[in-house]
RNA sequence: GUCCCGUUCGUCUAGUGGUCAGGACUCAGGACUUUCAUUCCUGCAACAGGGGUUCGACUCCCCUACGGGAUACCA
């Protein structure tokens, strides 16, 4: 048996973290045994519609290296994989559950049902449908249903309880008298989606449904539609959920929640990739650096932890840097120079843009690291630094390294070390009182990227105008 | 309220009856370095509580507490 699994987000305008690790799962898991991964978009709530959230949602996707074999943008006969598009499908499957009398039609308010609800919590009893429409009699409720707006709802059985099988968190076991008369299809004819889940995964062939656990608790429902409907059910994998920093599962008032902000800082990809894999799963050892492919030969549903994980960015951080460090020097620098947001470069950026790159966590701090670079820089007028340039050696060390870079031209990063032992042997000044005047006189800053890389990139006209400025001020 | 799921350092986690409870991030200290960063070393830091079961429980069972999820004509 082939395995086929999907990623059925709805179309919520952008691909929550969360979206993303269980669609990463599913693709890493479909990958893994040479199965099928689809992408299937529920788009039954019709008030939700949000324009070029599909559009959106596959551009993410496809930034964070995910393919599929199926979706809204590859159909095939399976398809289409727009929920709205398969709404004669849901039609004919309800009438096969309304002639068996597992489905009825319910004629009841939203209103009703609303006091219904307030009346039962008011009452301290648990809220569900009382089951008034349970037992009209079909013929009439379908001459009823020709003129009257109406839901359809699934049949529970009254008692006894269902014992189901989780990969991730074993046997649970509910009882039916707990589980509600689910709406099926809604008065505007589509389906909730309990509904259209259980029918397109059937229809779809989906073997296992890699889910988050929000949706355990309405597991019974579906599997008793797979039995309802005379289906085999697929294998079922609730995954933790992701949390804020407070516990709660994780949303938008308490951080970015987007995939594409992510991908706005600068946190590359596979970076990302490899973060959530491994937030909720592990590999059984203590390695955690791995590429997709990796990640692809190593995944198992029996590493799943249960327990929800704290999407905590620190770590993040600390792998993006891994990440960046890892980049070969040609694509460090093309991705660099995507994110110099308007700073221009001379011709010896490489270098600078290469000697930023230890410290650099995120490809948004680029503009800041650059700035000993790039910008005009003011003399410290208070602190160490400008003690430092108050020092008495410091005139004679900037006057001296002037003196040289007039006749001697710096076309390397490495001939600035030369440069500066001919100033230490002439002046007799080194370490600290030698180098720090020279780098406060060129970036006005304390700490920076090496010296002998920022000397090489401003050559020797801007270092001399910069020796002679802080001069001055000194 | 009710049902379901969960609970190992601050965070991500390893651990399936006998371990000095391991690793990673963060943090602190140190080494290297002309600064910062990188890198390396060292350190701080956890089995929610109570009962069982057992010669022996982080590991198995029960209870409690706490956390989360679900309780919609949203997914």
């Not at 987000?9 to 929550?16: I, K, M, N």
Request: proline fraction near 5%; glycine fraction near 8%.
């Amino acid at each position: 048996m082939t395995v086929i699994v999907r990623f059925a987000p709805s179309p919520t305008g952008y691909l929550h973290v969360g979206g993303h690790r269980t669609a990463l799962y599913n693709y890493l898991f479909a990958r893994k045994h040479g199965g099928r991964f689809i992408l299937r978009i529920e788009d039954t709530d019709q008030s939700r519609y949000v324009e070029g959230a599909v559009e959106n949602l596959v551009k993410s996707l496809r930034a964070m290296g995910l393919d599929w074999d199926a979706g809204p943008d590859k159909e095939d006969e399976k398809g289409p994989y727009y929920q709205s598009q398969r709404l004669e499908i849901y039609q004919r499957e309800i009438h096969r559950l309304i002639s068996t009398g597992k489905a009825y039609r319910c004629f009841c308010s939203s209103e009703r049902l609303a006091e219904l609800r307030e009346r039962q919590l008011a009452a301290g009893e648990s809220p569900g449908y009382d089951g008034r429409c349970r037992h009209l009699d079909p013929q009439e409720a379908e001459k009823r249903a020709l003129k009257e707006p109406h839901v359809i709802r699934m049949r529970v059985p009254d008692d006894g309880a269902m014992t189901f099988h989780d990969v991730i968190r074993g046997e649970i076991t509910v009882e039916f008298s707990r589980v509600d008369d689910q709406v099926l299809m809604k008065s505007d004819g589509f389906p909730t989606y309990h509904f259209a889940n259980v029918v397109d995964d059937h229809y779809m062939g989906v073997t296992h449904v890699i889910r988050g656990e929000e949706w355990l608790p309405s597991l019974p429902k579906h599997l008793l539609l797979y039995d309802d409907l005379g289906w085999e059910a697929p294998v079922f994998a609730h995954l933790p959920l992701l949390l804020n920093p407070d516990k709660s599962k994780l949303s938008k008032r308490q951080g970015d929640v987007a995939v594409e902000d992510y991908l706005a800082k600068g946190y590359l990809p596979q970076a990302l990739n490899n973060f959530l894999a491994l937030l909720g799963w592990n590999p059984g050892d203590n390695r955690e650096i791995f590429s997709m492919d990796e990640l692809i030969e190593r995944f198992s549903l029996d590493r799943v932890n249960k327990a929800g994980a704290v999407f905590n960015t620190e770590k993040l951080d600390w792998m993006n840097h891994q990440y960046i460090q890892a980049m070969e020097d040609a694509d460090y620098l093309k991705e660099a120079r995507k994110w110099l947001s308007g700073i221009v470069l001379n011709d010896r950026g490489d270098a600078a843009l290469l000697a930023v790159k230890s410290g650099l966590t995120r490809f948004d701090e680029i503009p800041d690291k650059l700035a000993p670079f790039v910008s005009r820089v003011s003399f410290p007028q208070e602190g160490e630094a400008a003690e430092l340039m108050a020092a008495e050696s410091t005139r004679t060390v900037l006057q001296t390294l002037k003196e040289k870079l007039q006749t001697q031209s710096l076309n390397n990063p490495a001939g600035f070390f030369p440069l500066m032992k001919g100033v230490q042997k002439e002046t007799g000044i080194k370490g600290k009182n030698l180098w720090m005047p020279v780098r406060i006189a060129l970036t006005g800053e304390l700490h920076g990227p090496e010296l002998n890389v920022i000397a090489y990139y401003l050559g020797n006209e801007e270092m001399i105008r910069r020796l002679e400025k802080a001069l001055k001020g000194a």
